[in-house]
């Protein structure tokens, strides 16, 4: 008999990928994820604008027991939040506005929006960068010496601590670095960020310091025990064992063959901690006294300050679509099955 | 027991010829004083393929493993020796394990989907360990990957390189993982089942590279499979494994003529044979799992010859002839053997058949994806229609169809004289019922979080006939035919090994009272004995209850004892068709002559 000769070709049986040309593919991809993102921000613009200029009187709201004592103050406000056209006007001005560069004015001091959260928009991004510089790699490699003492003491103990340290708010994880490092115990590290007018908070690294801290303990322990978490199930797998009987050394087979499966997980969860970062770091900044968004919306809220309120809210949903459209890219990049069913 | 003077034999002929041997390997549970496996005595002459053969549970994998020093967790090997050239691979310090493994002793993995690491190339898998080893240059590896590649009949040029196991067919995943085992050039091959899951066609192609590779680098094989047709095929010599135990071990025609272990028959009974229908039979009750085997002869309770003698006293392993050795009190004892035992009539091709449904010029679409055309045939009262083909040839697809689980169809369904709506959801609650739909996986075919009481009652709600006690009484009714005990009626469906929970799934199904069944693939995730259980079961439903079937499966010799029609498909076609014994022996088409050619079998 020729069973040979009738067996199906092994290059028919799967079509082959298109390979690398795949281009064209890529950018109708990315096209129509930018084009969600955008879609998501103008849907963030609505709800900030009805949030803070439609509803209720703003003005009213903003002058509190001066609205029927200073009428002056009043009037000029109505004038430049435009209260007399329609809610539809006003909105399309304003995004009008957002879509040229023009943040509007700020009701505090009527200087320009943008001149003055430009430095603490830099200074929070900044912060936050510092912080997921720090905490990616430690969060991993937590992870991978937990996952590798499965089960055994080591493990047990860096779990207990990190459930602790995810139990406690950031903000007393700040006030207990304070006083162990700047305050009672050790005098190393300044307990507030002094900037000095047109300077940066960098220019004092160890003023730096505290405020990275704080935020790296309290996210590190959700991101390393999602790796972890992941890391354990990878282990598991068939190909990991085939791996380890094909003779790969551990360290090995933990960085190229259980690492690799298990990063997708992790930049998703890296991705969500550092867009809360990116709105959340309210509590520690203002424990630093650090000028950063968190600051500034703070004070800005408290001061009814509508323009200011509107352009930080829609800088953080401007960060949070960002650094979730980089995480999706990323992860899909680095699922192969997710990469080629794109290209092909 | 091993005597001194057999391991003494052994020793020396590992010493003039190499191989590989293993003197009373244990493997224990870590922690407590149970026994996976123990007191397992085995030698791979050079260039011999040993086929271990054990139902899921009889430590036959664990033993695989051994071999490279690997215990999964939880697990740990206790005692004896794995002797290569001299160096027992168990006490060697861990480096030199390591470098061992892949080197001299090699494995191919079960799953060959799960295999392969999805997030690397195939290229820089197959030359990861030489790479890691120093081994040659990187353009030496490359050559040797190409090489490598094309032995096992794979292209080999940087496209395939590049490619990924997602990118691959079952098929070409497994010779991949074949290719990667042999390129170092190793001396003994562990292969835990590397063709479950593949197609006669694969599977064939798969079994025939690995026996050519063993013979060209006389490399010596441990082959791991629960299924005895296979290692027909390929063994030199088999092992039979049963809880941990070697029950019976010899000679591949030895072991098939004369099988003299009960257990050993007893997995040969329930093999469907490819030249006659056979009454298949399963082994009554379940592997004991570690630590619940029973005293004396671990088979005792599922034995039909078991005397007192067999539950008292623990039986050792004896040589009955040169080669042959069985673990049975009761050897010479219990008669001979014979392959036709169990073999009935083929089912009667001239039976008048009363048609109750049928199929019209059925078109399947995925999309704008056409993968079934024109397939037309009928199914009658009481009977078995087979759908037989590799996968892809869209079987599951037509069965889907005939369901109403899946609605993208063109066609005529008739159903006693009435034509059908392509999806379930518009079909009459009554259409619904009379049509039950089995699944392939009972692992994820069963609610893990309901009991087996409320996943049979379900449809008997569902479709108004029974309630309350009444159904309660039917379900414990509908456990016992289906042999079930009543005790399982509140467990949930994670305590059921995967035989019981297929008979849930049949039992689930006979609770709507229907009067066709569509079975889809639904013992190729079992064992062959569990297998032959559950065809017994159905032949059973079928003649009492005169149940039709729709039987999809890609194993010819089980068509052979189950159906009496069968519709061989290929890339969605049907390419030829007839009655079983029509079909089987004297196929017209080629197609249908590759099939049956490339099944395996012990007839």
Not at chain 1, 192 to 207: F, H, I, N, Q
Not at chain 2, 223 to 230: K, Q
Request: contains cysteine; hydrophobic residues 45%; charged residues 20%.
């Amino acid at each position: 008999m020729t069973q040979e000769a009738t067996l199906p070709d092994p290059l028919a049986e799967v079509a082959p990928p298109r390979g690398r040309s795949g281009g064209a593919a890529w950018g109708i991809w990315l096209a129509r994820r930018l084009g969600l993102a955008v879609l998501t921000l103008w849907l963030v613009s609505i709800v900030v604008f009805l949030a803070t200029a439609a509803l209720g009187d703003p003005v009213r709201a903003i002058l509190g027991r001066d609205y029927g004592t200073n009428v002056a103050r009043r009037e000029q406000l109505e004038a430049q939040l435009g209260i007399g056209d329609s809610i539809i006007t006003r909105y399309f001005d304003w995004l009008g506005g957002l879509l040229t560069g023009d943040f509007g004015t700020s009701l505090a001091n009527q200087q320009p929006v943008w001149g003055q959260i430009s430095s603490s928009v830099v200074n929070s991004l900044v912060l936050v960068l510092l912080s997921a510089l720090a905490m990616v790699p430690l969060a991993f490699g937590i992870a991978m010496i937990s996952s590798h003492y499965r089960r055994k003491r080591p493990d047990t103990v860096i779990q207990t601590i990190l459930l602790a340290l995810a139990g406690v708010p950031e903000f007393v994880t700040g006030i207990l670095l304070v006083s162990v490092f700047s305050t009672t115990v050790f005098k190393i590290f300044p307990a507030v960020t002094l900037v000095a007018p047109g300077g940066a908070p960098w220019d004092e690294p160890k003023s730096m310091v505290l405020p990275v801290l704080t935020l790296v303990i309290a996210v590190t322990p959700y991101v390393s025990r999602i790796v972890r978490a992941t890391l354990l199930e990878v282990l598991d797998s068939d190909y990991v064992e085939l791996a380890r009987l094909k003779g790969i050394p551990e360290p090995v087979v933990m960085r190229k063959h259980a690492l690799l499966n298990a990063i997708v997980p992790g930049i998703q969860v890296v991705s969500l901690q550092l867009a809360w970062l990116a709105g959340g770091v309210v509590l520690v900044e203002t424990l630093f006294q650090y000028p950063g968004v968190g600051r500034q919306l703070v004070d800005s809220v408290r001061n009814h300050d509508v323009a200011m309120v509107q352009a930080l809210s829609m800088i953080i949903a401007g960060v949070y679509i960002v650094v979730n459209l980089v995480a999706d890219v990323l992860s899909i990049l680095l699922t192969p099955r997710a990469r080629t069913a794109i290209s092909s | 027991m091993t005597s001194a003077t057999d391991s003494d034999q052994a020793d020396h002929q590992v010493r003039t010829t190499g191989g590989l041997v293993i003197e009373d390997l244990g493997v224990s549970l870590t922690g407590k004083d149970v026994d996976v496996v123990d007191d397992i005595d085995l030698v791979l002459k050079p260039g011999e393929v040993v086929g271990l053969v054990g139902e899921s549970g009889s430590g036959k994998t664990t033993v695989g493993t051994s071999l490279l020093n690997y215990s999964r967790a939880g697990a740990h090997i206790s005692s004896g020796k794995v002797l290569l050239e001299d160096r027992d691979v168990l006490q060697l310090p861990w480096k030199e394990v390591r470098k061992l493994r892949g080197e001299e002793i090699a494995y191919v993995p079960q799953d060959p989907a799960s295999a392969l690491n999805p997030s690397i190339r195939i290229g820089k898998q197959l030359v990861e360990l030489q790479q890691l080893r120093g081994i040659g240059t990187s353009e030496s590896r490359l050559a040797a990957a190409r090489a490598g590649l094309e032995e096992v009949g794979l292209p080999s040029d940087d496209e395939f390189l590049r490619r990924y196991a997602h990118q691959l067919s079952g098929g070409q995943v497994q010779r991949v993982a074949l290719a990667m085992a042999f390129l170092p050039k190793p001396k003994v091959l562990v292969l835990d089942e590397p063709t479950t899951g593949l197609d006669v066609t694969t599977q064939k192609m798969v079994l025939d590279t690995m026996a050519a590779l063993c013979r060209t680098y006389g490399v010596s094989a441990l082959y791991v499979t629960h299924d005895l047709a296979v290692v027909a095929n390929i063994a030199d010599r088999v092992a039979v494994m049963y809880a941990g135990q070697i029950a019976e071990l010899g000679p591949r025609d030895t072991i098939f003529a004369n099988p003299s272990h009960p257990y050993t028959r007893a997995l040969l009974d329930s093999i469907p044979h490819l030249s006659q229908a056979r009454a298949l039979k399963g082994i009554p009750g379940r592997t004991p799992s570690p630590g619940r085997r029973p005293g004396g002869c671990r088979f005792n309770d599922r034995c039909s010859f078991a005397v007192d003698r067999c539950r008292d006293e623990v039986p050792a392993l004896r040589e009955i002839a040169p080669e042959h050795e069985v673990r049975c009190h009761r050897v010479g004892e219990i008669g001979t053997w014979d392959i036709n035992i169990g073999t009935v009539p083929d089912a009667d091709p001239d039976k008048p058949r009363d048609v109750i449904l049928s199929v019209d010029g059925l078109n399947v679409f995925y999309g704008r994806k056409q993968v079934v055309h024109d397939v037309t045939f009928d199914l009658a009262k009481g009977e078995v229609v087979a759908l037989v083909g590799e996968s892809g040839s869209g079987k599951t697809t037509i069965s889907r169809s005939v369901g109403g689980l899946h609605k993208d169809w063109t066609g005529t369904l008739t159903f006693e004289g009435r034509p059908l709506a392509t999806s379930a959801r518009k079909r009459t609650s009554d259409d619904r019922r009379r049509m039950q739909y089995i699944f392939q996986n009972p692992y994820l075919s069963l609610n893990p979080r309901l009991t087996i009481e409320q996943i049979i009652k379900r449809p008997m709600e569902l479709f108004g006939l029974a309630k309350g006690k009444e159904a309660t009484e039917r379900v414990v009714e509908l456990m016992g035919q289906v042999a079930l005990g009543s005790q399982m009626l509140h467990y949930q469906a994670s305590r059921l090994s995967g035989g019981e929970r297929q008979r849930v799934a049949i039992a689930r199904a006979l609770a709507a009272e229907p009067d066709v069944m569509i079975c889809d693939e639904i013992t190729s995730a079992l064992d062959v004995s569990v297998q032959g259980s559950i065809v017994e079961l159905l032949e059973g439903l079928r003649l009492e209850r005169g149940i039709s079937m729709l039987f999809v499966t890609h194993n010819l010799a089980l068509v052979r004892s189950i159906a009496a029609r069968v519709e061989i498909l290929q890339a969605g076609k049907v390419v030829e068709e007839g009655s079983v014994v029509r079909v089987m022996d004297t196929p017209q088409q080629d197609y249908t002559k590759t099939l049956l050619g490339n099944s395996p079998r012990i007839d």
